[in-house]
């Protein structure tokens, strides 16, 4: 199975800079995609960006050209560097990954695995 640690959030200016990581351990080479998502209090968790087991990744429109999503050479760490901060982008972030389960798993099919969330706040 996998577990995720989530790290990196905290307080900064608008305008600034934070880099949040996403580690995940366990059966990691069954991870299919990894992303990150976050949630305000009062609204639903929102998509942000993911990386693909292939390395292609997606962003949300509000993020684009200002966060990017990268992972390490072993593929079981994913950054999200946050540059350009906006208050609007205060919320807690979530890692998220999707897994193959093995074929002695019941039930079968994809898993899907939330870590901790972390604090980001953009002072304005």
């Known amino acids: 199975h996998v577990q995720l640690q989530a790290s990196g959030g905290g307080l900064v200016q608008a305008g600034g800079s934070l880099r949040l990581s996403c580690t995940a351990s366990?059966?990691?080479?069954?991870?299919?995609?990894m992303g990150w998502y976050r949630q305000t209090p009062g609204n639903q968790r929102e998509f942000v960006g993911s990386?693909?087991?292939?390395?292609?990744?997606t962003y949300a429109d509000s993020v684009k050209a200002r966060f990017t999503i990268s992972r390490s050479n072993d593929k079981n760490t994913m950054y999200l560097q946050m540059n350009n901060l906006k208050p609007e982008d205060t919320a807690v972030y979530y890692c998220?990954?999707?897994?193959?389960?093995?074929?002695?798993?019941?039930?079968?099919?994809?898993?899907?695995?939330w870590g901790q969330g972390t604090q980001v706040t953009v002072s304005s």
């Open positions: 998220n990954a999707i897994r193959v389960r093995a074929m002695s798993e019941r039930p079968r099919g994809n898993q899907e695995i």
């Open positions: 366990g059966t990691t080479f069954s991870i299919t995609r």
């Open positions: 990386i693909t087991s292939g390395g292609t990744t």
